[in-house]
């Protein structure tokens, strides 16, 4: 059935350093790929997101990449701050409609 | 994106009670959707709240448990019927906007005793 892996389920690095979580996803027909952040008692908001008609793509200190022959997308986050620790979740949309949702990294950066 | 609201945002209830909870959006939107988290966990669809329709449900969700209404473009409401100590769960509602991208309610914290 449909499916995304995630890993790490927890990455701690130091203020500055940067972060990568990787993601798999079973679905050959997914074309549509979300990246949420959750804080500690928040609802999940979107940060950045990618289809599959692209390889990369960037916003300031985030970048996420996608091998769709792999089936793999990952999420980057560049000069980490403590306000980056939370939850991430990668999402892919199945040809279904609806997302199926990884399990999570919790992302520490200590300063 | 839309705002999204959600009430109650926190209730505490005994087992064997429901408890409706209500998503309003401050746009129109054809997709609502309605997810739970349980503590530690990632996001489990529920179901997806058709307007003019019967909900969707997802594998492991009925409707008898989880009675889902959509009146209107805006509101849906997912009520948790005879609840248990296991229904203790965050749940959302999320909406589809712009081709693709869904949006997140604050979320509704449920403890059951």
Known sequence: GENVEQHPSTLSVQEGDSAVIKCTYSDSASNYFPWYKQELGKRPQLIIDIRSNVGEKKDQRIAVTLNKTAKHFSLHITETQPEDSAVYFCAAKSNTGKLIFGQGTTLQVKP | ?113
Do not use: H
Request: net charge neutral; glycine share 6%.
């Open chain 2, 1 to 113: 994106s839309a705002v999204i609201s959600q009430k109650p945002s926190r209730d505490i209830c005994q087992r064997g009670t429901s408890l409706t909870i209500q998503c309003q959006v401050d746009s129109q939107v054809t997709m609502m959707f309605w997810y739970r988290q349980q503590p530690g966990q990632s996001l489990t669809l529920i179901a997806t709240a058709n307007q003019g329709s019967e909900a969707t449900y997802e594998s492991g969700f009925v409707i008898d448990k989880f009675p889902i209404s959509r009146p209107n473009l805006t509101f849906s409401t997912l009520t948790v019927s005879n609840m248990s100590p296991e229904d203790s769960s965050i749940y959302l509602c999320s909406v589809e906007q712009s081709r693709d991208t869904q949006y997140f309610g604050p979320g509704t914290r449920l403890t059951v005793l």
